[in-house]
Nanobody, 124 residues
Framework: QVQLVESGGGLVQAGASLRLTCAASGRTFSSYVMGWFRQAPGKEREFVAAIYRGGYSTYYTDSVKGRFTISRDNAKNMVYLQMNSLKPEDTAVYYC?????????????????WGQGTQVTVSS
């Protein structure tokens, strides 16, 4: 069982940066693939980024490549999403997710545990 708590969201202007943090409970955190998803009003939840267990492999959706960076600290049970050059279209609720299977996937339904989400709003 893993419990996830996100923080770091807020209201910023276009071009600004935010760093989202996901704190995970449990002694087996390093065995989970971790992902970030987002959901804008009226839209489906979409994949943003994922990181493999050891942190050596990362994956991004095309719209955030070069702007967002996912990282993890297994010693602290933490996952981060550094978001730079934010755009109004990045506005959404951002969710942290954990997947117990060893493969990295971009489908929300394939993740086992979810946080409550943190709101990110980017004004133009």
């Amino acid at each position: 069982q893993v419990q996830l708590v996100e923080s770091g969201g807020g209201l910023v202007q276009a071009g600004a940066s935010l760093r989202l943090t996901c704190a995970a409970s449990g002694r087996t955190f390093s065995s989970y693939v971790m992902g970030w998803f987002r959901q804008a009003p009226g839209k489906e939840r979409e994949f943003v980024a994922a990181i493999y267990r050891g942190g050596y492999s990362t994956y991004y959706t095309d719209s955030v490549k070069g702007r967002f960076t996912i990282s993890r600290d297994n010693a602290k049970n933490m996952v981060y999403l550094q978001m730079n050059s934010l755009k109004p279209e990045d506005t959404a609720v951002y969710y942290c997710a954990a997947r117990s299977q060893s493969t990295v996937v971009r489908v929300a339904g394939q993740y086992d545990y979810w946080g409550q989400g943190t709101q990110v709003t980017v004004s133009s």
